[in-house]
């Protein structure tokens, strides 16, 4: 059965570098989402990308974030200059074509961002 | 504004007893809304969502939109139910578009032998 993958599953980085998160979507999807958990708090939507742009973000994706998808199979979470307060767990989302009813957003393991 | 509250944040059973994970919301319009599970060491899948009334594994879940709840129920528990429980709003769900998904903080369900 197809998966979402992320790499790496576990980044450790000082305070003030850029880090890029990986994600695989399910090859079919079209739409991708970004969401973090820092530990002990929510699951906290951050943005949702399709057609190559981006259709939604919280007020948690500020300019210190992007998103992008180089290639026809990644989707990549940039954070230009991490702050202590970005470490936590990101979890990328994928789901296929809207229809009629709702498409289940497949989730990939997660990366664990440690900022030092 | 837009929430979704999981009142527990652990909830410990024995095998056999019936189980209830609560989760209440906060939205104006008709939301879509689904239970998530994580079991250990594994990623965030859909157990179920309110629209296609399903039941799986055993669990159900009724949205009662006068109380503004959608809890899991489930008449007798396995020890392999045990895992983090998620609920979730989908808020634009009937606007027509893909919208985020608006999570609870989470229950951990410890089912024991």
């Known amino acids: 059965e197809p998966e979402v993958t992320q790499t790496p599953s576990h980044q450790v980085t000082q305070m003030g570098q850029e880090v890029i998160l990986r994600c695989v979507p399910i090859?079919?999807?079209?739409?991708f989402y970004w969401y973090r958990q820092i530990l002990g708090q929510k699951v906290e939507f951050l943005v949702s990308f399709y057609n190559n742009e981006i259709s939604e973000k919280s007020e948690i994706f500020d300019d210190q974030f992007s998103v992008e998808r180089p290639d026809g199979s990644n989707f990549t979470l940039k954070i230009r200059s991490t702050k202590l307060e970005d470490s936590a767990m990101y979890f990328c989302?994928?789901?296929?074509?809207?229809?009629?009813?709702?498409?289940?957003?497949?989730f990939g393991p997660g990366t664990r961002l440690t900022v030092l | 504004a837009q929430r979704v509250t999981q009142p527990e944040k652990l909830l410990s059973v024995f095998k056999g007893a019936p189980v209830e994970l609560k989760c209440n919301y906060s939205y104006s319009g008709s939301p879509e809304l689904f239970w998530y599970v994580q079991y250990s060491r594994q990623r965030l899948q859909l157990l179920l969502r309110h629209i296609s009334r399903e039941s799986i594994k055993g669990f159900t879940a009724d949205l009662n939109k006068g109380e503004t709840s959608f809890h899991l129920k489930k008449p007798f528990a396995q020890e392999e139910d045990s895992a983090m429980y998620y609920c979730a709003l989908n808020p634009a769900f009937y606007g027509g578009s893909q919208g985020n998904l608006i999570f609870g903080k989470g229950t951990k369900l410890s089912v024991k032998p």
């Open positions: 090859s079919n999807h079209l739409y």
């Open positions: 989302a994928s789901h296929g074509m809207v229809a009629d009813s709702y498409n289940e957003q497949f």
